[in-house]
């Protein structure tokens, strides 16, 4: 049996050619339907020669029509048309893309199929019993190829581009090479065939049709012209011919630069000026060899080829190297030179040997430089000062002269003086004129040893001109200082040393530092040369041993020996001094440990505990107790004691607003006893004997031949006032208290007349408290305060 195949009429041109396939391909799939058996019997499935062959189907992309797409048929030999076979389909797109009629075996596509997705599908097809589903045929596989059709246009993955060449290039040089990518099938007609073109950018680039290539077709183009250029290139498909599809990319491309321009100063003078007192290494100015050309190939190194500044001014390129920086490189001196003229070169670094021609590469120009006057400070005649001077230089001495001249043609006079901050303790003084330095105080190298002096140099006529220079002083050593011993001026010895025994060894020290070292005498003093206990070996090495002369030392004997040590140095003049060593007598072991320099303990006997110390010391501690005890109530026996009637006196503070207030004035006492007539005369002639006057009164220059006098209203109170101050007066046991108020009558009678101020208005001329120095010790304080004290001391100033 043959399998019939079928395909639809795509198109007439077609429709042979699948039928020539068709004709080529084996009838395929022979085979034999199963014996079958009786009625009763399963039918048993027998090996039987394929009933169908396929090898692949053609369908073309991008079907537009509204049915599905009918590819081919199924058809088994075995199909007697009474619907008992049934045709499936398995694999790639089965029921997805791809379905069959399992009754007829009918092939459609219900997808539209995209070659550039997916070039073929790999499909399995069975024919089975409908009743069993048993496998009638064997399962066999085909192919359904997708046939390409003109659907892509070419295009360029990578745009849009950017690209260089460089500038004045030759015809045909090779710029960027563009390739597009057309996703047709390139082995089946001319669907990916791409040719170039160039739609925009013409004539100075050009395109090779089939590779690509964007080539210069234009000489000499200059990147100082034009630098940037746009050229649009467009692939077609189809090798170019009518309906073909096409897609364009834009190129961007950039002349590059080369060196073909020789540089140029924009001027061929340049006017600078500077002050001379710019420092060296000062910007002056700076030049510009202008270079069309841009980055490496305008470069420029500057030179200075000729004039008469070469060796006072330099030259060199700034960072970019673009410019000319001319700086100063000697001091400028304008009464000296006032203008300088220099010859400048500026040439290319880096040079195209292809346009040499086109040279030279270098240009030059010329620059004047005037120096400006400036009124200048102080110039000294060295930058620095060392001088050395020895440290007994007597004062007055002129360590240096130093000088200073004004630079400036004006030549003003210059004044010297030392920075105060540099000499503190105003060792030196500099002559204001001559600039002469000057000792004026003492030097000593152990207490400074430099003086490093700051001397200033200002013009008479302007005072803000000032310079200054160092000057150093090193003072020099002189043997003015004796040797001393160091350390501890302490030893010890042993109870048990013997004679000749080592117990210390000494050294000295000097300030003084002599050029050969210091080299130190040692002996002892003339009144201790003798003595028969110690002795000194001088070791000739700057140090010295004290040695005993004997044994049998014991505290109980002498505890403190005192050695006079005489120590001289080597220099002259010789320098001397005497040390004691104090020497104590200790308790030591078998080893020489010192156990104990306290000699109180053996002067106690060997039965005399600590509990009977103590006892003792508290025993002699009542005792002083006891005697202080004794002196205090001695001392308060013999105090005076106040009689009953005096018991109301106190010095009391009476406060009034204006003096003489009379019976106003009220506050210190009830007035009211002073109109008693008993009070005035009731202890008259009383003498108390308990206490002796320490001060006189002055109260007892108060005639006395009015105290007993009578009378009523003042005089009743005058009467009392003066029998009171003659009571205290005869009293020698009275205080002198001073709470005794007189009113209208005070100082009257009084040596010291009236101390009131009421009066005192009266006189315009100032008061003399001289005469307070004569009133005795009752008024010492008032003449320290207000009288003038004779005194024996010299002036201050």
């Keep these: 049996m043959g399998d019939q195949l079928h395909f639809p009429a795509v198109t007439s041109a077609l429709l042979p050619v699948a039928l020539c396939i068709l004709a080529l391909l084996p009838h395929g799939l022979l085979g034999k339907r199963a014996e079958e058996e009786s009625a009763g019997s399963s039918a048993l499935l027998q090996r039987v020669k394929r009933g169908w062959v396929w090898n692949q189907f053609f369908v073309l992309e991008e079907y537009t029509g509204l049915e599905p797409l009918y590819i081919g048929k199924l058809h088994s030999d075995m199909d007697k048309g009474d619907g008992s076979i049934k045709y499936i389909l398995t694999g790639e797109g089965a029921g997805t893309t791809f379905t069959i009629d399992d009754s007829t075996g009918d092939i459609h596509a219900i997808q539209r199929l995209d070659r550039e997705v997916k070039a073929q599908y790999a499909l399995r097809a069975q024919a089975l019993n409908r009743l069993t589903d048993r496998p009638l045929e064997p399962e066999s596989e085909f192919i359904v190829k997708i046939q390409d059709i003109n659907d892509n246009e070419p295009r360029f993955l990578d745009g849009p581009y950017q690209a260089s060449v460089p500038e004045m290039s030759n015809i045909g040089t090779s710029v960027i090479q563009l390739t597009a990518t057309d996703a047709d099938d390139p082995t089946y007609g001319n669907s990916a065939r791409v040719v170039y073109s160039i739609l925009e950018g013409q004539p100075y680039f050009s395109v090779d049709a089939k590779t690509g290539m964007v080539r210069v077709s234009l000489a000499d183009m200059d990147r100082e012209t034009r630098e940037n250029y746009t050229v649009v290139i467009q692939a077609k498909d189809m090798g170019g011919q009518l309906g073909g599809l096409a897609g364009t990319t834009t190129v961007n491309i950039t002349l590059g630069d080369v060196n073909d321009n020789p540089p140029m100063f924009d001027q061929r003078l340049y006017q600078m000026s500077i002050p001379e007192s710019a420092p060296v290494g000062s910007v002056v100015g700076r030049i510009w060899a202008k270079d069309r050309d841009i980055g490496v190939n305008a470069e420029m190194k500057y030179s200075i080829i000729d004039g008469d500044g070469r060796d006072t001014f330099e030259i060199s390129t700034d960072p970019t190297n673009l410019f000319g920086i001319i700086t100063v490189k000697r001091p400028l001196n304008f009464e000296s030179k006032p203008s300088y003229t220099l010859k400048v070169e500026g040439a ?18 010329i620059v004047h430089v005037s120096v400006e006057d400036v009124d200048e400070p102080p110039l000294f005649d060295s930058t ?63 207490e400074i040893g430099w003086h490093n002096i700051t001397v200033l140099a200002m013009e008479m006529n302007n005072p803000t001109q000032i310079s200054s220079v160092s000057v150093a002083v090193r003072v020099l050593d002189v043997n003015d200082n004796p040797p001393s011993l160091t350390h501890y001026l302490e030893g010890y010895v042993c109870e048990n040393a013997k004679a000749g025994q080592l117990i210390q060894t000494v050294t000295a020290v000097d300030p003084d530092e002599p050029l050969g070292g210091q080299h130190f005498y040692y002996s002892l003093a003339p009144e201790a040369a003798n003595n028969p206990n110690f002795t000194l070996r001088d070791n000739q090495d700057n140090t010295a041993w004290i040695l005993t002369r004997r044994g049998g030392w014991a505290q109980q004997d002498q505890t403190v020996f005192y050695l006079p040590i005489f120590v001289s140095d080597g220099e002259q003049p010789v320098q001397t001094s005497t040390s004691t060593l104090t020497i104590r007598v200790c308790s030591c072991d078998h080893e020489g440990n010192v156990m104990s320099c306290n000699a109180e303990a053996y002067s106690l006997p060997a039965s005399l505990s600590r509990r009977a110390l103590i006892a003792i010391l508290a025993c002699i501690f009542v005792l002083l107790v006891m005697i202080l005890l004794m002196l205090s109530l001695r001392t308060h026996r013999k105090k005076p004691y106040l009689c009953d009637e005096e018991e109301n006196v106190h010095e009391n503070i009476v406060r009034y607003d204006d003096e003489g207030g009379g019976e106003e004035d009220t506050e210190a006492f009830d007035i009211a006893a002073m109109w008693n007539p008993r009070e005035s005369h009731q202890h008259l002639g009383k003498m108390r004997q308990d206490m002796v006057p320490e001060i006189e009164s002055l109260s007892r220059y108060v005639p006395q031949a009015c105290v007993m006098g009578g009378g009523s209203g003042d005089s009743n109170v005058h009467g009392y006032v003066l029998a009171k101050l003659l009571d205290a007066d005869m009293d020698p046991c009275a205080p002198p208290y001073d709470s005794l108020q007189t009113y209208a009558y005070e100082g009257e009678g009084s040596v010291a007349e009236s101390l009131s101020s ?9 008061h003399e408290y001289d005469y307070l120095n004569d009133w005795g010790p009752r008024f010492k304080k008032l003449a320290e305060m207000y009288g003038v004290l004779e005194s024996n001391a010299p002036p201050m100033w």
């Design 758 to 766: 009421l009066q005192s208005g009266a006189s315009n001329t100032d």
């Design 348 to 365: 290319n670094t880096k040079l195209d040997p292809a346009f040499r021609h086109r040279g030279p590469f270098q240009d030059v120009t």
């Design 384 to 446: 620095a000062y060392f001088i050395e001077l020895s440290e007994d230089a007597e004062i007055g001495t002129v360590v240096k002269t130093v000088s200073a001249r004004d630079p400036d043609a004006a030549n003003n006079t210059v004044r010297y003086s030392i920075e105060r901050s540099s000499d503190p303790d105003k060792f030196f003084y500099i002559e204001i004129t001559s600039g002469s330095l000057i000792t004026v105080r003492s030097l000593d190298r152990e």
